[in-house]
């Protein structure tokens, strides 16, 4: 049974950072499609930065250049460092992963592609 569980949110002031944690159980990080998504109220699911199976990554344009997603395949673990903060990027954050079977090049950031999901984190950022 795959898991995905995430750690890390929480509150902070605007220009601040946070790094968020995806712990998975039952799937391995290496060589696999994963991503981080965010969801605030009333908005769509919002993908934000994403490897392929080579190890490349893209990102969304919100966060290009403040978020950085990172894995330790040791600890089946994936990261999403994030800072300079704003207010905008208050939501709830998801990671997900494709198929083990996937094999996929390039930036994969629709929640359609995903099919494992952790439950979620809050991260609130005040002005």
């Known amino acids: 049974q795959v898991q995905l569980v995430e750690s890390g949110g929480g509150s902070v002031q605007a220009g601040g950072s946070l790094r968020l944690s995806c712990t998975t159980s039952?799937?391995?990080?290496?060589?696999?499609?994963m991503a981080w998504f965010r969801q605030a109220p009333g908005k769509e699911r919002e993908g934000i930065a994403s490897?392929?199976?080579?190890?490349?990554?893209a990102y969304g344009d919100s966060v290009e250049g403040r978020f950085t997603i990172s894995k330790d395949d040791a600890k089946n673990t994936l990261y999403l460092q994030m800072n300079s903060l704003e207010p905008g990027d208050a939501a709830m954050y998801y990671c997900?992963?494709?198929?083990?079977?996937?094999?996929?090049?390039?930036?994969?950031?629709?929640?359609?592609?995903?099919?494992?999901w952790g439950q979620g984190i809050q991260v609130t950022v005040s002005s």
């Open positions: 039952g799937y391995s990080t290496n060589m696999r499609c």
């Open positions: 997900a992963a494709r198929s083990p079977t996937t094999y996929c090049r390039g930036g994969y950031l629709l929640a359609s592609q995903y099919i494992y």
């Open positions: 490897f392929d199976s080579s190890g490349y990554t």
